[in-house]
């Protein structure tokens, strides 16, 4: 087995590196005074969100090229929300064929952001399914989200 990175990879372990280096500060970002929209549309920009997708999802890449922008971005604290954002919305919408497909394209472009709410006000754990009070009612030719998310 060949556990080396092939050229493209090497090219997006250093640009992500690079880019965390120059441009991402954790001290400023923890005292919140850094520019997440910035970083974020950077990251976007430079392809480190569609990389973090495989391309069955919509992204642009695949494990290892997601292992790699993760690696990077713990190394450097990143604050952004990377797994829950991308790569966890991403899989599950992907899933939903050609609507959420448009969707990821979205995500991976950075135009916009998606969060998965699972857990309510109240909940120890996003397992205390009892107390689960948020609704999904059918509203015309959509549906319509009763309930709060925390």
Excluded: C
Excluded at 72 to 82: F, I, K, N, V, Y
Excluded at 114 to 141: C, K, Q, Y
């Amino acid at each position: 087995m060949n556990f080396e990175f092939n050229q493209d990879q090497q090219l997006l372990q250093e640009t992500v590196v690079r880019f965390l280096e120059r441009e991402y500060d954790y001290r400023l970002a923890i005292a919140g005074e850094g520019d997440s929209g910035g970083v974020w549309d950077k990251l976007a920009e430079l392809g480190m969100l569609g990389a973090l997708l495989g391309e069955n999802e919509g992204g642009l890449g695949g494990p290892v090229e997601a292992m790699i922008v993760m690696e990077a971005s713990g190394e450097a604290l990143l604050l952004e929300p990377l797994i829950g954002q991308v790569i966890v919305a991403g899989t599950i919408l992907a899933a939903a064929g050609e609507s959420g497909g448009r969707q990821v394209e979205a995500i991976v472009t950075g135009a916009s952001r998606v969060v998965l709410a699972t857990i309510e006000a109240g909940m120890m754990s996003p397992f205390d399914h009892d107390l689960i009070e948020t609704r999904l009612t059918r509203e015309g030719n959509g549906f319509r989200l009763h309930g709060l998310k925390a």
